[in-house]
């Protein structure tokens, strides 16, 4: 199954290093089905920390834990 998206990214809007990211994100998950993939993103802690169709906390992402986050702060 494949996702594409309904309106083209502005690419320009992004620094190398972040497309990069990006694009690691994409090829580690790219095998996975949308059961797999839905489980993994509910599990992760600032989503589960926010209100159903609350904005999540940017402030959230520093207590991630493996394996969502790659560095430990």
């Known amino acids: 199954m494949q ?3 309904l309106i083209k ?3 320009q ?3 190398a290093s972040e497309k990069e ?3 690691k994100v994409i090829d580690y998950m790219s095998d996975w089905s949308q059961n797999l993939f839905s489980q993994y993103v509910n599990n992760d802690m600032p989503l589960k920390a ?3 169709g609350e904005v999540i906390g940017y402030e959230l992402v520093f207590y ?3 394996p ?3 560095k430990l702060y």
């Open 3 to 5: 996702y594409l998206p």
């Open 9 to 11: 990214a502005d690419l």
């Open 64 to 66: 991630r834990e493996l």
């Open 50 to 52: 926010s209100k159903n």
């Open 21 to 23: 990211i990006i694009d």
């Open 13 to 15: 809007l992004l620094k």
């Open 68 to 70: 969502y986050s790659l």
